[in-house]
């Protein structure tokens, strides 16, 4: 009699993941957990990871996949080659959880653990938070900008966006152009923020980079001073130039001025002197 209740109600599963997101930092490796309960072997059932919603994919995208007894890469997504893995020890247990290596700024999403037997499946899934600390702001001389003093603050490596602000020597923020915005092939942030200076009594100017990361916040700071002699060095530029190119221009327009003045006044001269000789 058990036998025959065993075969018409086969044994049922579910599939556990964490209740919280899971937040790895950039290079580093991270462990997905997902588990069987009751804690029955998955050594022979189809173990598959996906992502969820990728912003480069319509659809759902392979992570890794276990089945008859063996990992499958046939199909798995580039970006997770030889960066995945399963305990194999540990899914007699039931534990089908995850050990992605090299983290990088693309792994940052919603995954699925969907474990699938003859008679049965479930899933479960995880969010993952990345975070990654990038480099400190450059700052750089653009030259000559619209009367003014062109700097360039640039960082990188970041996950997620930072933003940028530039300030003066009392913190007040400069007016700049738009945020530009770019990601590198591991998916990390690159920042970029423009502005224009004029001189001051200190010349003294920050590029302040804030990162916020869940409850915490990231700020750097990156102080740079222009030497006076640099900023008149540009301005003079300009002065001397309109200096020298206005009295050249009057100076032009008097000439030919003058030349054509002469022109005509020796036109007419001949003129005069021809009708005299028609007349004698």
């Known amino acids: 009699m058990c036998m025959v209740v065993l075969f018409f109600f086969p044994e049922k599963f579910e599939v556990l993941g964490p209740t919280r997101a899971i937040v790895a930092v950039a290079g580093d490796y991270i462990i997905l957990p997902c588990y069987i309960k009751p804690n029955i072997s998955a050594e022979d059932m189809r173990v598959d990871w996906f992502r969820v919603n990728h912003p480069d994919h319509q659809s ?25 893995s399963l305990f194999k020890e540990e899914l007699k247990k039931g534990n089908t959880s995850l050990k992605l290596t090299r983290v990088q700024g693309t792994d940052n999403g919603l995954y699925k653990c969907l474990i699938q037997s003859k008679t049965h499946y479930d899933d479960a899934t995880i969010q993952v ?3 990654a600390i990038g480099s400190k702001p450059e700052v750089s001389i653009e030259g000559q900008k619209e009367g003014g003093m062109g700097l360039l603050c640039v960082s990188k490596g970041w996950f997620p966006e930072p933003e940028l602000e530039w300030l003066d020597s009392e913190g007040v923020t400069l007016s700049a152009g738009p945020s530009e915005t770019d990601r590198d092939y591991k998916g990390f942030y690159i920042v970029k923020l423009k502005t224009i200076v004029k001189e001051t009594d200190t010349n003294h100017f920050t590029c302040r980079l804030r990162q916020r990361q869940l409850s915490e916040q990231i700020k750097m700071e990156t102080e740079f001073h222009i030497p006076s002699e640099l900023i008149l060095v540009h301005t003079d530029t300009w002065r001397v130039a309109f200096a020298v190119i206005v009295p050249l221009i009057i100076v032009l327009v008097v000439i030919l001025a003058f030349t054509i003045w002469r022109w005509n006044r020796l036109c007419n001269d001949y003129g005069n002197r021809k009708l005299i000789k028609e007349f004698i």
């Open 60 to 84: 759902n995208i392979r992570v890794h996949l276990y089945q008859y007894g063996r990992d499958k890469y046939h199909d798995q997504i580039r970006s997770y080659e030889g960066r995945t």
């Open 129 to 131: 938070h990345i975070r």
